[in-house]
């Protein structure tokens, strides 16, 4: 039954409307984890304010605040795309030590703040950033209109989960269905000769989920990106949040992304 294309159809508009509740606000998941875990909730209320009466310190009581089913999880989420391609790059990055480290697109929050805790990096990225964060030198700029004086720009960039974006206008870019090429060509001019590009993308069965991103099968990627770079290596993240650094796809691995349906694929590019 779950190899039905019916099935497939049903859970895809499922996912869909599962996201467009979320946009407003709705998470059907909610009550189900709230009835689960409110009779805890209650009862270690009811025991901190019996305790309370006898305490030294006597705070008095604020809002409350249900943080419900959080005793039961891990003790931080060590998993899935950015967790594991910020970690990995950043600490390639660190090893290198490039004279210029430049990100096109990448998560400030993730791994921006990564390179920034230990060297400088220049951020290009099409909206504006108005914080001042040390060691992050911020340029707003449209890549798919880099100027001249700016090709072989760096020894050492990266674009991890970014371009899958370009041409969907998420970001307020142009619509362009061919957004993702023109963005590697760009990637491949700012980058020098001789120089490293860090790259990741979601990896699965080639398709667009309008407008949020697309997935890009192995397969598409090696033909992509060959007459562009060499491979120094490849890591990817398969559909349980698990990293696989270092890897050597064989031809049926390129063939099936390793079987995923949305991997992250994690690059270490250089261009000749």
């Known amino acids: 039954m779950l190899d039905d294309p019916k099935f497939a159809v049903v859970k895809r508009y499922l996912q869909t409307g599962h996201r467009l509740l979320g946009h407003l606000g709705i998470d059907p998941r909610t009550p189900i984890s709230t009835v689960r875990h409110l009779g805890s909730f209650i009862r270690d209320l009811r025991r901190f304010q019996a305790l309370a009466e006898t305490a030294e310190a006597r705070f008095p009581f604020g809002t409350l605040y249900p943080c419900l089913g959080e005793k039961v999880g891990d003790s931080g989420n060590a998993s899935g795309h950015y967790f594991h391609q910020d970690l990995l790059v950043a600490r390639r990055i660190f090893e290198r030590q490039p004279e210029r480290h430049v990100d096109v697109g990448s998560r400030v929050d993730g791994f921006v703040a990564h390179v920034a805790s230990f060297r400088a990096i220049e951020v290009f990225d099409i909206r504006p950033m108005t914080a001042q964060i040390p060691n992050v030198i911020f340029r707003q700029a449209d890549l798919m209109n880099l100027p001249e004086a700016q090709h072989g720009y ?107 349906d949305y991997g992250c694929a994690i690059f270490e590019l250089r261009r000749p």
């Open 154 to 260: 760096a020894d050492s960039v990266s674009s991890l989960h970014a371009i899958e974006h370009f041409g969907l206008g998420r970001y307020g870019d142009p619509i362009d269905p061919d957004g993702h090429v023109k963005g590697v060509s760009a990637l491949h001019r700012l980058v020098k000769p001789g120089g490293t590009l860090y790259l990741s993308v979601p990896m699965g069965p080639d398709r667009v989920e309008f407008n949020a991103h697309r997935v890009f099968s192995l397969g598409y990627l090696t033909t992509l990106l060959k007459d562009r770079f060499s491979t120094l290596a490849f890591s990817y993240v398969d559909d349980r949040g698990r990293l696989r650094e270092g890897v050597m796809p064989s031809p049926a691995d390129v063939e099936t992304s390793f079987g995923c």
